[in-house]
Structures are given as structure tokens and as C-alpha cells.
């Protein structure tokens, strides 16, 4: 009994590392992508080296017809903001900008032609 006891409790410290380890991995990746950086001459004679000199603008990407049949969707979090075609009584209407959990839940509705990764500002 007390060996299974260790085994659940290793696996529960094995998990939370594992958690712990994405969400670091996440953060510096988010924290990489969304600052600009420069850096310093090497000598006075050197001209800066720019690394990154704005955030990158994310490139839109229209749905396919097989995403828009699909049954259901992996539960996964990975944001993006698609643009939903609003019906209206009077035109022109304009779409409205909505976050949805993955690019699956967004394809699959049949207002939404296109997304860009991450979520919508």
C-alpha cells in the first residue's frame, strides 16, 4: 500500500512539472514575441544590430472547406480572433472581431471566413 502511495505521489510532483515547465516555456515565448528589441554597437565604429524592431503582425488565414464540416474539436486552448459576419436588416454591415479557443471552433462556425492567431485586442 505505501508503494502506491509513492507512486501516486510521484506522478502527481511528475504532473505538476510538467505544468509548471509549459507555462514558463509559454511566458518567455509570449514575452519574446510582443517586445522589440535592439541591440547596443559592438564598438563606436559599429553600427546597432537590430534583432526586432516591432512586434510581428500576424498573417490572417482563410478557413478551408474541410475545417468547416467538422463534428467536433480537440479541446485545446490556442486562441484566435476571426472576424464574424454579422446578418443585419440594413447593409453594409461590418464584421465583429471574436475570440474563439482554437482555429477549429472558428472554422467550423459558418459566419467566419478567416483568423489570425492569438486573441483579439
Do not use: H
Not at 502527481?12 to 519574446?32: D, E, M, P, Q
Not at 472576424?83 to 436588416?89: D, L, P, S
Request: with cysteine; charged share 25%.
Amino acid at each position: 500500500m505505501a508503494k502506491k502511495k509513492r507512486i501516486y505521489i510521484f506522478l502527481g510532483i511528475a504532473t505538476i512539472l510538467i505544468i509548471v515547465a509549459i507555462w514558463y516555456k509559454n511566458s518567455l515565448t509570449k514575452n519574446v514575441s510582443e517586445t522589440p528589441l535592439i541591440t547596443k554597437p559592438i564598438s563606436k565604429t559599429s553600427k546597432p544590430i537590430i534583432i526586432r524592431s516591432e512586434p510581428q503582425k500576424e498573417k490572417e488565414v482563410l478557413c478551408v472547406k474541410e475545417q468547416r464540416g467538422a463534428d467536433f474539436c480537440a479541446q485545446v486552448y490556442a486562441p484566435v480572433c476571426a472576424e464574424v459576419q454579422i446578418q443585419c436588416i440594413k447593409a453594409p454591415c461590418n464584421p465583429v472581431k471574436e475570440t474563439f479557443s482554437n482555429l477549429c471552433e472558428a472554422c467550423k462556425n459558418q459566419l467566419v471566413n478567416s483568423y489570425t492567431t492569438g486573441e483579439c485586442k
